[in-house]
């Protein structure tokens, strides 16, 4: 009997995943002169090529030209391709073994990877932002000149800071559950100088948020959203300006607006 990868007797080869490394597994026994051989593909999803064709932004074209010599594998009588078939369902290790010499597995990474590192599922985050902005309108498009009553300058500022910290754990499963505690302060600054050099009006708000979400894998597709959250806003001064008096007043303070949020939703992944 003549052993595997003869011309009477091809070597046939199972590769899981249609990525790049699948196909390059493909060129790399094509290379093998001596060598005869017959490949399957195997593919989750209906269409070949992996992250070329579905994680290549749109303004990177020229990333995606390596598939042209994909396609010249998959013109050969020695390949087929096999898409909608997901490994461990519709088709199993010991179908692959009872047909093949070799089977390759080329699909990456799936999921995470925990490395149940203490601490590893806490997420802090600590920021500041400062926003401003100068809006003018001239008389014309020399910009040289604000004399008509359509004409303005005004000057936005604004500084925020704050922090958040989430937490997530799995329990029951398929359950994963996330709660989450964010703190902004924000103080909003705007200065009208044109036509009227106004006073600087402030606004300053505490804001709260208090979330909670589960994450539940209902099937091996599908997973289901829930959750609630609680905004809290504290706003510690609002000014407004009083032009025939020619000053600036407190709007209102210290007024606290809470929401309160739920939702749910189903997802189904990739």
């Known amino acids: ?93 010991e179908d692959l073994q009872r047909h093949y010499h070799q089977i390759i597995f080329a699909t990456g990474a799936q999921s995470d990877r925990s490395l149940d590192i203490p601490g590893g599922s806490l997420k802090t985050r600590v920021f500041y932002d400062r926003y401003f902005s100068d809006l003018r309108s001239y008389d014309d498009s020399t910009y040289s000149t604000q004399t008509r009553n359509s004409s303005f300058t005004s000057i936005y500022l604004d500084d925020s800071f704050g922090s958040g910290i989430e937490y997530n754990m799995g329990f029951a499963g398929r359950h994963n559950l996330k709660g989450a505690v964010h703190y902004k302060f924000d103080h909003h600054r705007e200065h009208n100088i044109h036509p009227v050099n106004e006073a600087v009006r402030h606004m300053k708000d ?31 001064q609002a000014d407004d300006y009083d032009s025939q008096e020619d000053s600036i007043f407190p709007f209102h303070a210290n007024r606290d607006i809470v929401a309160v949020q739920g939702f749910r939703g189903s997802g189904f992944k990739g």
């Open 1 to 93: 009997m003549s052993q595997p990868g003869s011309e009477s007797q091809p070597l046939r080869v199972a590769i899981i995943g249609s990525g790049p490394a699948g196909f390059y597994t493909v060129s790399n026994f094509l290379k093998q002169e001596d060598l005869h051989v017959q490949m399957d593909m195997f593919e989750r999803l209906p269409t070949p090529f992996g992250l070329v064709r579905a994680g290549v932004a749109p303004d990177h074209q020229k990333y995606k030209t390596v598939t042209r010599g994909y396609h010249k594998s998959t013109a050969l009588a020695s390949f087929r391709f096999f898409g909608n078939v997901e490994y461990g369902k519709q088709v199993t290790l």
């Open 206 to 236: 505490h804001f709260i948020t208090l979330g909670i979400e589960d994450n539940w894998e209902s099937s091996g597709n599908t997973t289901i959203i829930g959750g609630i959250n609680l905004s809290i806003r504290d706003n510690i």
